[in-house]
């Protein structure tokens, strides 16, 4: 915890503020509310909770509206169409005042009762405390497998270091939510970036929930989206890998030159082994066009940071007076 939150914590009741990004879940909001109004009557807080609408497509927003009317705490944002569950994120970062953070998804996958040991250790001086999903025996062994590879690919790739487990359901103290907050890249990973931040971190474990209502958001594709922001955003070994392997190649290419100019000039008959020459072309050219690729998406990124377009926008308040917009657009003071 920071010098001047554990001072202020000390002397009023601290500002605990809740993001939970919402697509479409206007059927589990309800009891949400409900599970997170009884755990937090138990903690010594004047809480906030800011839903950060990601353009849904059903009643969810007017969901947020009608809760807010119940319930003077409850905030939101509604962004104008649907950008993505880490721009959501954000959105909520910016506008949140909690001097504690916690961030949750929507669906009560991530268990409620856990936000007094999260609270807690912020008041044992964790600036950061994640939490790392136990895998419960039904979870898919694809996905099992898939995750655990991914974060070592990822840890191994940027050296950050993120086990298997780890999501967007953690508290983050303020100081670190304004440093968070100076981030302007696109592509965001937030789980990369709160673990490059540093500060005195903890985990703590929990089994995941079932969904209450409704079906996962997060397809095949988009997952594998957000592994590759995750990648592309912390390291640039890939580059280096093409550069490496093309070094390789040419030498096997090099190579096979060699041996179809001494086949011609010591040997009367034809050059042999035409096959074997045409699918080493042919996989020097793939993989070629594998690393143009890698290259392209680089610049590509670079071509989005250079347009420095905001990364989101808010069509919608309930709740907040002063909106904070995307950083990399304007800041409403």
Not at 137 to 147: A, E, G, R
């Amino acid at each position: 915890m920071s010098s001047s939150t554990a001072e202020k914590s000390t002397h009023q009741r601290p500002l605990l503020s809740i993001i939970i990004p919402a697509y479409n879940e206007a059927s589990n909001l309800p009891q949400l509310i409900k599970e997170l109004n009884e755990v937090l009557v138990s903690l010594d807080v004047a809480p906030e909770i800011l839903f950060a609408d990601d353009g849904s497509t059903d009643s969810t927003w007017e969901m947020i509206e009608a809760l807010h009317r119940e319930h003077d705490f409850v905030r939101g944002v509604r962004l104008s169409r649907n950008f993505g569950h880490q721009y959501a994120l954000l959105a909520g970062l910016a506008n949140a005042k909690g001097d504690a953070v916690i961030t949750m998804d929507g669906d009560l996958q991530h268990p409620v009762t856990m936000l007094p040991e999260l609270f807690n250790e912020w008041r044992r001086g964790n600036m950061i405390v994640h939490t790392r999903r136990i895998d419960p025996p039904t979870l898919s062994f694809f996905k099992k497998i898939t995750s655990k590879l991914y974060y070592k690919i990822f840890s191994y790739l940027s050296g950050v270091k993120i086990q298997s487990g780890m999501a967007d359901f953690r508290l983050l103290d303020r100081r670190v939510v304004e440093d968070i907050l100076q981030f302007n890249e696109e592509g965001l990973f937030f789980r990369g970036i709160v673990q490059w931040v540093g500060y005195r971190t903890t985990t703590l474990p929990y089994t995941c929930r079932e969904r209450f209502s409704g079906t996962s958001k997060y397809s095949l594709q988009k997952m594998f989206k957000l592994a590759w922001n995750g990648i592309t955003s912390f390291s640039i070994v890939p580059l280096r890998l093409t550069i490496f392997i093309g070094v390789i190649t040419s030498c096997i290419a090099f190579a096979e030159i060699l041996y179809a100019i001494g086949v011609k000039l010591f040997s009367d008959s034809a050059v042999p082994g035409w096959a074997s020459a045409i699918s080493v072309l042919s996989f020097l050219f793939g993989v070629l066009f594998i690393f143009l690729g890698i290259v392209g998406e680089y610049l590509g990124r670079i071509l989005v940071e250079v347009r420095q377009r905001p990364r989101y926008l808010v069509s919608d308040t309930v709740g907040i007076r002063n909106i904070c917009r995307d950083k990399q657009n304007d800041t409403t003071p």
